[in-house]
């Protein structure tokens, strides 16, 4: 991978993250008046406005968003590849099925990475912050829909949390899986 295409992955890959934390924030129905829930709208509305027009929300699910992470999915590596000069557009065109097996799974994989650095920076937080602050806040609106059944399911440890941790070895778990059961390395260019 020359460095144009890194940058290009790199940059796709982390505004990826935000639109699927900004579809997790809609449906997790968490305070959009947040500082850092207004950013992320700021950021993702003017992809997403005008997907919308199409596909409105469902069940606090944004559709907008899904189908821009499916899209960008489906097109990132013929973009990687013509930028570094393997891929020609006919070979896109014999692959297409292949592309949008890839955008499917960058759909599963980016909501998957997008839970763990939410656990993840909720679990680190807990640790030096006892406050109120906005982060802390908004941090637990989003992991409590993935942790509540899990915590429904341990025995009261006091005050000691294992759901992040079991959630955590659940989703590194589930990524191994996926590389085993996806053949030809699918899972791991996604």
């Known amino acids: 991978m020359n460095s144009i295409q890194y940058l290009v992955n790199s940059i796709l890959g982390v505004y990826l993250l935000v639109v699927m934390f900004r579809m997790w924030l809609q449906y997790c129905q968490a305070d959009f008046y947040n500082p850092i829930s207004q950013a992320v709208v700021k950021l993702t509305d003017p992809v ?3 997907i919308r027009k199409t596909f409105k929300p469902r069940k606090n699910m944004d ?3 899904l189908i821009f992470v499916f899209v960008v999915g489906l097109v990132k590596y013929p973009l990687l590849a013509i930028l570094g000069g393997k891929w020609s557009f006919d070979g ?3 692959n297409l099925g292949l592309f949008t097996v890839v955008g499917i799974l960058t759909v599963i994989k980016i909501w ?3 839970i763990l650095y939410v656990i993840f920076i909720g679990a680190i937080l807990s640790w030096f912050r006892r406050g109120n602050d906005p982060l802390s806040y908004l941090l637990y609106q989003l992991g409590e829909p993935v942790l ?3 915590r429904r399911l341990l025995p009261k ?3 000691i949390d294992f ?3 079991i ?3 659940v989703l590194f778990w589930l990524d191994k899986v996926m590389y085993d059961i996806i053949p030809y390395g699918i899972w791991k260019i996604v």
């Open 148 to 150: 509540r059944p899990i």
């Open 157 to 159: 440890t006091g005050m």
């Open 92 to 94: 896109v065109v014999e």
């Open 48 to 50: 997403l406005n005008p």
């Open 63 to 65: 559709i907008a968003a």
């Open 167 to 169: 959630l955590a070895f």
């Open 163 to 165: 759901s992040p941790m």
């Open 112 to 114: 998957g990475e997008m």
